[in-house]
């Protein structure tokens, strides 16, 4: 059996951290906290692409958006 990576870890740990601190919500809370960091992470990703166009050429931007926006949102 491989041993887990790094990244497998750390996902593993903050699972269980989250898990321990929301399993006794209900589960229409844990949907609505779900709702609201998803939201909070598009304003962030959103603020930080118009900074990015505002500081680069627009088509290195634009590259650099459909390069790098399919891995975000796996």
Do not use: E
């Amino acid at each position: 059996m491989a041993h887990p990576s790094a990244g497998q870890r750390l996902t593993s740990a903050l699972h269980g951290a989250l898990h321990r601190h929301t399993a006794h919500l209900p589960p229409a809370v844990r949907g609505l906290l779900w709702s609201i960091a998803a939201g909070l992470i598009f304003t962030v990703l959103n603020a930080l692409l118009r900074l990015l166009a505002q500081q680069t050429d627009p088509l290195q931007a634009q590259f650099l958006r459909y390069a790098f926006g399919p891995p975000c949102c796996r």
